[in-house]
């Protein structure tokens, strides 16, 4: 695949969800910089530095791709020739998707230990990591029941379905409205997380606030799982985590004319909202992201 075959796969959605996106816009740079004709190591540089930019522009709400890229641009100012830099970049890409794979594995055990028998569990869009604890739960011979949203307006939700579908995990799907009706039934609700911020915010798919709403008010467990890969230093240095705006021809293909759409990736949860997160370093509030943050990253801006 070249580069420009994975912007555009990543902008279609075809790669979708914050770790997919952070582990194949990372392997594209490190094909890029193995591949790449720069005569000399400022041109080389030059060359990383774009493609990270344009890498880091495509979905705006990916801290964990970001954080890579950022991870990239450090290890490269020690280099002094081209094969110095190549070395670096495919050394650090390849140590950073290690990691995340290994934080998600890590993940998938501690949160399928909340997983109990009798559960029914609620699920909106596609996470690696929902969808990787609830089938090490299965796997573990626990009995429970998924319920997954459609995800509208481009319908991850389906991946989800037919992922849990092929666990063998009974699995029911419902429009993403039908979330406060069937409330009342719901063990668990879990959603994963594009970003967390310094304040304990977690980013999600556009919806995912209204149906912590709901499990609020129905008194009903909530919580997100990522990878501390996720957690955004900018938001330590005050920045706003930015919020991706799609285009309005997902929701509506032809609208009548005069009508504006808008069409937000994502949204805020509160952390009033979410009972826990779990992450490679084990269950915590969304509120302790913040130390992690700090010692995991620091200010890097
Ligand atoms: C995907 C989405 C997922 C998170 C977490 O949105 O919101 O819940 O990215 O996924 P989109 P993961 O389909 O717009 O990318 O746990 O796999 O990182």
């Known amino acids: 695949m070249t580069f420009d075959e994975t912007i555009a796969k990543i902008k279609n959605l075809e790669i979708q969800s914050g770790t997919n996106v952070a582990i194949e816009g990372l392997k594209a740079l490190e094909r890029e910089v193995m591949q790449s004709k720069a005569k000399n190591i400022d041109e080389l540089i030059k060359e990383i530095k774009d493609k990270s930019t344009r890498l880091a522009s495509i979905r705006s709400t990916e801290p964990a791709l970001r954080n890579g890229l950022k991870l990239v641009d450090a290890s490269i100012s020690s280099a002094s020739s081209t094969r110095d830099a190549r070395e670096l970049v495919s050394g650090t890409v390849k140590k950073y998707i290690t990691e995340i794979e290994h934080a998600e594995e890590r993940i998938w055990e501690i949160g399928e230990r909340r997983i109990m028998d009798g559960y029914t569990v609620l699920t909106h869009c596609h996470s690696t990591a929902v969808v990787g604890i609830l089938k090490k739960a ?151 992201a913040s130390r992690i943050m700090r010692e995991k990253w620091g200010m890097t801006k």
């Open 138 to 288: 299965s796997e573990n011979g626990k009995e429970f029941k998924a319920i997954c949203t459609e995800t509208r307006p481009l319908f991850q939700g389906r991946i989800t379905a037919r992922e849990l579908v092929e666990a063998k995990i009974p699995t029911t799907m419902i429009v993403d409205s039908a979330a406060r009706k069937i409330m009342n039934d719901i063990d668990l609700f879990m959603f994963g997380a594009d970003a967390v911020t310094s304040d304990g915010f977690v980013v999600n798919k556009i919806g995912t606030s209204l149906i912590a709403l709901a499990a609020k008010e129905a008194r009903t467990m909530t919580c997100t799982a990522c990878e501390t890969f996720k957690f955004d230093p900018d938001t330590l240095a005050g920045e706003w985590e930015p919020i991706e705006k799609r285009d309005p021809s997902e929701v509506w293909e032809s609208p009548p004319k005069g009508l504006s759409i808008y069409n937000p990736a994502f949204d805020f949860t509160p952390p009033e909202l979410v009972d826990f997160l779990i992450c490679e370093e084990g269950i915590i509030n969304t509120e302790e």
